[in-house]
């Protein structure tokens, strides 16, 4: 599956999403250093904050957990998650995230 990511200058970057990765790793691997990702994935610091803007229906719905972090954000939208927790798995359609400007 292709992952589209726009970065924070508006930038695409065209990345191959793997089964089992998260969208936050893959960011990370590609070089693209705007999520900090503090907490490694844990999802406990909402640094990895992304909008998918394609492909929303590859992943789970927001955890409870997931919804509180990103309600601490004030640049949340109706599309935001936390691309630690969209972890790829057989999504057939392209993905596309924009990065979410830090907080
Ligand atoms: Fe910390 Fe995703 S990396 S919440």
Redesign the pocket.
């Given at each position: 599956t292709s992952l589209i990511v726009v970065d924070r200058s508006g930038q695409e970057h065209l990345l191959e999403a793997m089964d089992g990765r998260s969208i936050?790793e893959i960011v990370r691997d590609s070089g693209i250093d705007e999520l900090l990702?503090?907490?490694?994935?844990?999802?406990?610091?909402?640094?990895?904050h992304v909008y998918v803007d394609e492909g929303r229906a590859s992943f789970p719905p927001l955890s409870d957990d997931e919804n509180d972090?990103l309600d601490s954000s004030s640049q949340r939208t109706a599309t935001s998650r936390?691309?630690?927790?969209l972890i790829v798995k057989g999504a057939v359609a392209p993905i596309r995230v924009s990065i979410a400007p830090a907080d």
């Open positions: 936050m990702a503090l907490c490694g994935g844990c999802c406990s610091c909402a640094t990895c972090l936390l691309s630690c927790q």
